[in-house]
């Protein structure tokens, strides 16, 4: 008889969809830099990745705190939304809309985080876990000011630059 799964396990299997997703988009994170034609975005990329490295280290922390080993589970959702940013770059690249693109692109990945975040952070006050509460907290509200630094990019130049190409 199959064991029943608790919401235990459930915060366990989570926490390793957004460590292997984290992981996955430190590697995307330059290529984005790269293909970026505004410094401010190409500068916003290269701070973002320095915070995802950040966060995966308070990821690994969160494991510790409940005794698991840090490992990721292939997160299809995350390698899905960072082939369709792979797809814009290839697309758009030397257009007046890759800005544009490249921001809509790095948006689903901050909307996925804060998803995943906010469900873990919420998970985990309900188990008790108030170390882990504060250091998943952290990272929300990192990916939450990024997401709101991205629109603000989008709506003050690059959507106007792409709109008038």
């Known amino acids: 008889m199959a064991k029943e799964k608790t919401l235990e396990d459930l915060f366990h299997d989570t926490l390793k969809d957004i460590y292997f997703a984290e992981r996955q988009i430190l590697r995307a994170l330059p290529k984005m830099a790269r293909a970026a034609q505004s410094p401010e975005l190409k500068k916003g990329f290269e701070?973002?990745?320095e915070e995802t490295e950040a966060q995966v280290e308070r990821l690994q922390q969160v494991f510790e705190l409940i005794g698991k080993r840090?490992?990721?589970k292939t997160c299809e959702a995350i390698q899905g939304i960072i082939a369709e940013g792979e797809e814009i770059m290839e697309e758009f690249k030397?257009?007046?809309a890759l800005d544009a693109g490249l921001i809509s692109a790095a948006q689903a990945v901050e909307h996925y985080?804060?998803?995943?975040?906010g469900t873990l952070k919420t998970w985990a006050a309900t188990l008790g876990l108030k170390d882990a509460v504060g250091l998943l907290d952290q990272t929300l509200r990192e990916?939450?000011?990024t997401d709101k630094t991205l629109s603000q990019l989008a709506t003050t130049a690059a959507?106007?630059?792409a709109k008038a190409a």
């Not at 985080?113 to 975040?117: G, K, V, W």
């Open 70 to 72: 840090a490992q990721g």
């Open 159 to 161: 959507n106007q630059k």
């Open 94 to 96: 030397g257009t007046a």
């Open 113 to 117: 985080e804060i998803a995943r975040y």
């Open 143 to 145: 990916e939450t000011a």
């Open 47 to 49: 701070k973002h990745r």
